[in-house]
């Protein structure tokens, strides 16, 4: 870490120095204009114009790429924050096919993506998402809302054998990704630009790295949903073969583990580490359900047996990922003055 000495330069004006090593890498000279921002603990950030700017671009060169690897960068571009994405080759080359299509996958993948120039040899895309149209909150519980209708839809499908109800769990599953992949854009540029940070909700830069790991948990447990509306189409009858009593009790598991699983959220939003510490109680109390379940079923085939045993092992890792939502709760609560902690 470099040290400054603070000079007086009149009787109410204090000044340092910038580093000349980051005043070249930046591009700030005499007369230029910096931005300060008075942050949590005594932080001071110094900014220079750029970070400012929004219309950052990428240049994805495509000659070398294949489509997957094309479609993954124009994601990783987005994720970073470009506001404009060129996908080109080299001059006398044109995209093939399948280059072309990984574009336009991408942008049906992605939030406010949209195709503004196309030639043969390159396509550019330009994102007209503003950060401040949202909240990192908000999303957060966008998400875990999208997540646990769900996991509604896909138990309800198995208890009533409605394949129709399943595909609907799953034509959600692109908008829980589409919501996820925001978070991260989000996450990523107030990280960069800390003016940002206040812009999407939040008092300072602190939270983003709990935020993007309950970002990353609720889009999981949207892959578990994702997984019960599967079993529902792949199985004969698209149900389980279980009697009334077990399909009750896998349903009361599902309003119970869709209960910790919002709670964890709203823990980690509002920052109350008595809703941490209700959620993990209430793991606590249906942590042995998925095998008290088992444990009572009639005897039944193998593969019967497997499909609820399935179910059940998705329903208990959504409740664990609520449990992890609601440890970086613990933290983020834990960081500020309340009547559990006074921090000096």
Known sequence: METRKVQRLGPSTLAMTLPAEWASDQ???????????????????????????????AVIHAQSLDADSVERAIVAQYVLGRRIIHVEVEAGGTLDSAQINAVYNAETQLMGLGVIEETPERIAIRCSVDPEDFTLDNLLERLESTG?????????????????????????????????????????????????????????????????????????TADNAEDIAEIVLETEGHTLNVDDATMRRIREFTDSVNEITELGVR??????????????????????????????????ANEDVLRVREVLVSLGQTAQYAVRNAEIATNLALNEDSNHVTIS
């Open 148 to 220: 646990s209708t769900m996991r509604n839809e896909g138990i309800k499908a198995l208890a009533h054998g409605n394949p129709d109800l399943a595909q609907r769990a799953l034509n959600r599953e692109r908008q829980a990704n589409k919501i996820f992949v925001l978070l991260l854009r989000l996450i990523f540029t107030a990280y960069q630009n800390p003016n940002l940070a206040r812009a999407v909700g939040l008092d300072s830069g602190f939270p983003l790295i709990g935020y993007r790991s309950i970002a990353k948990n609720l889009e999981l």
């Open 27 to 57: 591009s700030v000279e005499k007369g230029d204009e910096v931005s300060l921002r008075m942050g949590s603990k005594g932080t001071l950030t110094v900014m220079p114009e750029s970070v400012q700017k929004e219309e950052s671009e």
């Open 267 to 300: 823990a980690a939003v509002a920052r109350d580490y008595d809703l941490a510490i209700e959620t993990r109680n209430r793991f606590a109390d249906i942590g042995n359900r998925e095998t008290e379940i088992l444990n009572d079923l009639e005897e039944m």
